[in-house]
T-cell receptor, first 112, second 111 residues
């Protein structure tokens, strides 16, 4: 299993719909999880952090964490064309001296 | 706060030349990182530092060197540039193992 795995996409979602982005990770003891957004030609930008099982909401974004299943997801409600970007999942790995491992990202395309 | 700044934004090097990519952060973060990102690919960790005077290798350190003499600065040195080092380089910083904040990147071409 890859350390942090994401579907590369592209994921195409109609404007106004919910976009669902998924990430699985292999380190069972990871305690913190991050989602970054990266527009083409730009640097990654932190959009969500989650540390506890369950949901965390911030505006149109909801992060969901299930440590037992080693799964973290990002939901984007009322998707806008400006949400079109690559979304990176990042997880610190205790087995790698707590270095943060980034997934390769999911490309999201919001269809106007 | 400026956050994480990087210079230069763009650079073209000839094979065999050397250069230093500059990175500065004003958030008093102890951790700093250098990544490279090839077109359409993920981030690869080159080097990182957990504090002034302490550096360690990441996944792809060959052909690069770093130093960390102050909390704020973490320069990346390329010696004997090769075409395989053509990439976008991002510097990032964080407070311990926590959210990382990225600089705008340096786009490097080696020809």
């Amino acid at each position: 299993q890859k350390e942090v795995e994401q579907n590369s996409g592209p994921l195409s979602v109609p404007e106004g719909a919910i976009a669902s982005l998924n990430c699985t990770y292999s380190d069972r003891v990871s305690q913190s999880f991050f989602w970054y957004r990266q527009y083409s030609g730009k640097s990654p930008e932190l959009i969500m952090s989650i540390y506890s099982n369950g949901d965390k909401e911030d505006g149109r974004f909801t992060a969901q964490l299930n440590k037992a299943s080693q799964y973290v997801s990002l939901l984007i409600r009322d998707s806008q064309p400006s949400d079109s970007a690559t979304y990176l999942c990042a997880v610190p790995f205790a087995s790698r001296d707590d270095k943060i491992i980034f997934g390769k990202g999911t490309r999201l395309h919001i269809l106007p | 706060n400026a956050g994480v700044t990087q210079t230069p934004k763009f650079r073209i090097l000839k094979i065999g030349q050397s250069m230093t990519l500059q990175c500065t952060q004003d958030m008093n973060h102890n951790y700093m990182y250098w990544y490279r990102q090839d077109p359409g690919m993920g981030l690869k960790l080159i080097y990182y530092s957990v504090g002034a005077g302490i550096t360690d290798k990441g996944e792809v350190p060959n052909g690069y060197n770093v130093s960390r003499s102050t909390t704020e600065d973490f320069p990346l040195r390329l010696e004997l540039a090769a075409p395989s080092q053509t990439s976008v380089y991002f510097c990032a910083s964080s407070y311990a193992v926590n959210e990382q904040y990225f600089g705008p990147g340096t786009r490097l071409t080696v020809t």
